[in-house]
């Protein structure tokens, strides 16, 4: 009779990668002192070998359970499961599992997730906070790596986000380039940080080329296409409608071109529209959304990288990561300088 195959060991690993058995222990919990050069020789032969390891005796040795938790806001949110999906990939190299919570904006349902991970005994947990608070966290001490905009309140937590200040610097740029006036800004709750990070990032802009701020047309809603309509229709519904709108995510900027479409407006013709997040849904709207793309999955993937580090005992890590323009046909076109007349 034909035996059957023996189970990869952690031995068998360590052979074939040319590394000690600790090394590759090392690389398959995530601890932070080994090279990035090992690390990706471990995840190369256990992709090789489809080497499993036995989370259970592994979590008895080491304290841990080999799970972490990702606690979004809005899991239909294209942009929040861009970076569930970077984070979940990075985690499936060292055999982590994710638990995915989605908050729905609710502060109550918030709290039932994060103390349901602590009863769980997750090694650790990337957060979102719809409130800016994490007392329920803060409270077991799990260790935690933020994403978005509350870093700054916490800065003894790791935490990783985009710039904001540089990516709505992008956007308003490009507005101007194509001769029209300060947009009107589409803007979810300003009670959290979000919401103030991003107006103040307009000020900030706004001073650093002599342009008045004083009276911004500001139009609050919910983060979603149906809280983008509203507050487009009553934009629109004023004494003076703008020329052009800069929405705060690209789920209210497509729900400003629908609120343009029941008015048979025209976009950019009529009403001109800007995004800021990068969901690929933007690319199939007529006419396509110009956005400025935040890097959603290297934020899922930055971000369960350094809770590894976090959960090895290195915290108060902060890491900001740039913003790109995707200039696709929501906006005129960008207005040529003129030459300067000779002398």
């Known amino acids: 009779m034909k035996k059957s195959r023996q189970p990869i060991t952690i031995l ?45 005796a592994s979590g008895l040795r080491s304290g841990r359970t080999g799970i972490v938790a990702l606690v979004i806001p809005d899991i239909a949110n294209p942009f929040w499961a861009d970076v569930a999906r970077g984070a979940q990939d990075a985690a499936a ?68 986000s985009s710039d904001v200040e540089q990516g709505v610097a992008l956007a308003l740029d490009r507005i101007m380039a194509s001769g029209l006036e300060m947009p009107a800004f589409l803007i979810g709750d300003q009670e959290r940080s979000a919401g103030e990070r991003f107006v103040a990032s307009i000020h900030k802009w706004a001073n650093g080329r002599r342009i008045d701020s004083s009276n911004l047309r500001i139009a609050n809603g919910h983060y979603s296409v149906d809280g983008g309509c509203k507050a487009t229709g009553m934009l629109l519904d004023s004494d003076t409608p703008p020329t052009s709108i800069f929405a705060a995510n690209d789920l209210m900027a497509l729900g400003a071109m629908q609120a343009l479409r029941e008015r048979n407006l025209e976009c950019p013709t009529d ?13 199939v709207t007529t006419p396509p959304l110009t956005t400025v793309a935040k890097p959603s999955r290297q934020i899922g993937d930055e971000s369960f990288r350094l809770l590894m580090k976090s959960i090895g005992g290195e915290r108060g890590v902060h890491l900001t990561l740039p913003c790109h323009l995707r200039e696709r046909g929501s906006l005129p076109d960008i207005i040529p300088l003129r030459p300067a007349l000779a002398g």
């Open 12 to 56: 068998d690993v360590a052979r074939i990668s040319g590394l000690s058995k600790s090394t590759v222990s090392r690389a398959l919990s995530g601890a932070p002192n080994i090279s990035e050069d090992a690390r990706k020789k471990v995840v190369e032969v256990v992709a090789a070998t489809g080497y499993r390891r036995n989370a259970m």
């Open 93 to 160: 190299e060292m055999g982590i599992s994710v638990l995915i919570f989605s908050s729905d904006w609710n502060p109550d349902r918030e709290k039932q997730h994060l103390q349901a991970l602590v009863q769980a005994r997750v090694d650790g947990a990337i957060v979102n906070p719809v409130q800016d608070g994490l007392d329920e966290i803060s409270h077991f001490d799990l260790p935690t790596v933020l994403i978005g905009s509350s870093a700054g309140r916490f800065p003894h937590l790791t935490s990783v």
């Open 271 to 283: 009403v001109a529209v800007m995004g800021f997040d990068g969901i690929a849904a933007g690319e």
